[in-house]
């Protein structure tokens, strides 16, 4: 429920803006941080003993004290250590609180710094979820988004228990999606709980040496290590064994550059003699006792109809591609006449005669004529019948007064991050064996006893 030292939290500095941060409380590793680390923002300086211990979800302001000074003291000698971190392991993975300080400000000159530290701004504590994990974490490459592994982990029947192969791994978006779906989500003490919870497994497959190393510090650092395996991998050219063992997986994702070269290593029972030579015995990676239900994600179609083609010949049924197309609506009231909003590409909610009469008036300026008018003999002649006259526009200004704060408009949000793929699904049915078809039968003639009985 609150945030704690050495784990993980999301700072919401706006929407499209979120750092990820692991709180620090003390000097812990002697880095020169003895008051716990700073973040600055450009909504002010926040020491990580002011947020270590906060409920989830708080507001917090801007340190009052300046931090920004300690915090640029302490990143003086942090500079140094890390210049010479750096110079013995040059691959070494920056640390978070580098990352985010970049983002927030990452052109500012010295003076707009101390601006920046002076001004008290506020930000929301959040904590880390695989969705603002996906809006915050270090791009190394595309990512599926929110949107797109929602849908993939609903069809691949992703539950607690399900062990889940994936390749490739790449920034670690779907991986943390997908191994909050296989986790039971119980803590280890909640009484009978305990007893229910299955533990799923993410197997993870990534052949970039940097990234490998980058997403397995991550899962470290996320306390992932029991639900998520990463193999540094081609999986085109060597399969999903690990160490020789297999995953047993129910549901496999393959976000590859050629997902049909993987295809070949997720048989059931072994290729013929001629392909494997008869040397090694066969192993499946996938689990005997379920159907597999797959997805491939690939930006062009000419990758889907290769990936269909090799699914069919390999036994996969239900072949189905998938394209999503998320949209969020905006709506809000807008005062517009009704020809502006059509003419803008608004879709209007319909509104009454009435209402629409007296918008147009007003925006036209002739609402205020009108009252100018008070009771000419010719206007009253003129709106005699009228459903807009004075007597009407006044009631349904005081019993109606919403037409005055516009009409209602929606209209579709073009920028909802999205990587726009194709989803091919499909199923490889469990294996079924002679011996599985007597034992059904047997089954079958009992029950039917029984019913009979
Ligand atoms: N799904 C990831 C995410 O949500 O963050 C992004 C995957 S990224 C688009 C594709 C990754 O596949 C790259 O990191 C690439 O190095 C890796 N890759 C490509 N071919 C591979 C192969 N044959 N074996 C293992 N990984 C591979």
Redesign the pocket.
């Known amino acids: 429920p609150v945030a704690t030292a050495n784990s993980l939290s999301i700072l919401h500095l706006k929407r499209d803006l979120q750092i990820p941060t692991i709180l620090k409380a003390r000097d812990e590793d002697g880095d020169g941080y003895s008051e716990g680390k700073v973040v600055n923002t450009r909504f002010g300086s926040f020491p990580h003993s002011t947020l270590i211990g906060l409920p989830w979800g708080s507001q917090v302001r801007a340190s009052k004290v300046d931090t920004g000074s300690r915090g640029r003291r302490g990143q003086g000698k942090d500079k140094k250590r890390k210049r010479e971190e750096s110079e013995n392991a040059p691959n070494k993975a920056p640390k978070l609180e580098e990352d985010a300080e970049d983002l927030s400000t990452p052109n500012a000159t010295k003076e707009e710094k101390e601006a920046v530290v002076a001004s008290s701004g506020f930000i929301h504590i959040l904590p880390p979820t695989p969705e603002n994990w996906t809006s915050s974490l270090p791009h190394r490459?595309?990512?599926?988004y929110t949107p797109d592994y929602s849908y993939i982990l609903h069809r691949l029947r992703a539950r607690p228990g399900t062990r889940i192969i994936e390749?490739?791994?790449?920034?670690?978006?779907?991986t943390h999606a997908s191994a909050r779906a296989v986790y039971s989500g119980y803590p280890e003490d909640v009484g009978d709980a305990k007893k229910e919870r299955k533990l799923g497994k993410v197997w993870s497959?990534?052949?970039?040496e940097q990234?490998h190393e980058k997403l397995q510090k991550e899962i470290q650092d996320h306390g992932l290590e029991s639900i998520v395996q990463i193999t540094h991998?081609?999986?085109?050219e060597e399969g999903f064994l690990v160490n020789g063992e297999s995953p047993n997986a129910e549901a496999v994702f393959l976000?590859?550059?050629a997902p049909w070269l993987a295809l070949p290593h997720l048989l059931r029972s072994p290729p013929s003699k001629a392909e494997t030579n008869g040397s090694q015995p066969f192993i499946s990676p996938l689990g005997p006792a379920a159907p597999v239900h797959i997805c491939t994600f690939s930006p062009c179609i000419e990758q889907v109809q290769r990936t269909v083609s090799v699914m069919r010949t390999l036994g996969w049924v239900d072949i189905e591609m998938v394209e999503l197309s998320q949209k969020r609506f905006e709506i809000r009231r807008e005062r517009i006449g009704i020809d502006n909003g059509a003419q803008r590409g608004l879709q209007s909610v319909p509104a009454s005669v009435e209402e629409s009469v007296a918008r147009l008036k007003e925006v036209e300026g002739t609402f205020k004529a009108f009252h100018e008018s008070g009771d000419r003999p010719e206007a009253s002649k003129k709106d005699r019948g009228n459903p807009n006259n004075r007597d009407k526009i006044i009631e349904s200004l005081v019993e109606r007064k919403v037409y005055k704060e516009g009409k209602l408009v929606h209209r579709t949000e073009p920028e909802v991050k999205t990587h726009t793929s194709y989803l091919v699904f499909a199923v490889l049915p469990q294996e079924w064996t002679v011996e599985d078809e007597a034992r059904a039968r047997e089954k079958w003639e009992v029950l039917i006893r029984t019913e009979e009985d």
């Open positions: 490459t595309q990512v599926v390749a490739g791994a790449g920034s670690g978006s779907f497959f990534e052949f970039h990234r991998r081609d999986v085109c976000d590859l550059p």
